[in-house]
């Protein structure tokens, strides 16, 4: 696939995600997931997958940040790629405002969550998952979160976050 194909399937994927998002939201003002909370981006089960689409995305948005911040960032990811224990903590996030400095940019599953259920799974974040439990969510229509898997599938190799950047600063 060229990657103007690539980049055109993931703006599109990008506005469908963000019309759903914007949908859930419109609907509970109230919802948890807002610049602030963070808590997903601190309970990682694995290193983040990303599609080369994404990672060309993604990087266009790390290198607007200024220097600094990029080199933590670096830092934190090579860090991640010799962890062991889980949960592991985005090493995008800035912990000390809990938001994402590349949010624009930020990968699909970031884009999804708390907000996409997978098929038996569920929509991954305790705290949205109470709410279901307590039926004040009962009438949310979530997004397909396999069906995101299956286009997402679509946009090339994926590969673990900490393998796209060891190639980035090699180069």
């Given amino acids: 696939m060229e990657p103007s ?3 055109q399937k993931l703006v599109q994927l990008h506005g469908e995600i963000d019309q759903r998002v914007d949908m859930i939201r419109d609907a509970h003002p109230d919802w948890l997931c807002a610049k602030g909370c963070g808590n997903c981006c ?4 694995e290193i983040p997958q990303l599609t080369a689409g994404e990672w060309a995305w993604l990087r266009q948005g ?3 940040l200024p220097a600094g911040q990029l080199q933590q960032i ?6 991640l790629a010799t962890q062991v224990t889980r949960p592991i903590t985005c090493p995008m996030l800035d912990q000390v405002n809990d938001a994402c400095p590349v949010y624009p940019h930020r990968p699909v599953a970031c884009r999804t969550y708390g907000f996409y259920v997978q098929r ?7 705290e949205i998952e109470a709410r279901v439990a307590a039926g004040e969510l009962a ?3 979530w997004g397909n979160h396999d069906r995101i898997d299956r286009s997402l599938g679509k946009l090339g190799e994926s590969r673990p976050l900490t393998e796209w950047f060891a190639d980035w600063q090699e180069t």
Avoid: I, K, P
């Fill in 62 to 64: 790390l290198a607007l």
């Fill in 139 to 141: 009438e949310v229509v």
């Fill in 74 to 79: 670096r830092q934190a990811v090579a860090q």
């Fill in 42 to 45: 601190r309970r990682l089960a």
């Fill in 5 to 7: 194909d690539s980049r």
């Fill in 120 to 126: 038996e799974l569920g929509v991954y974040c305790s």
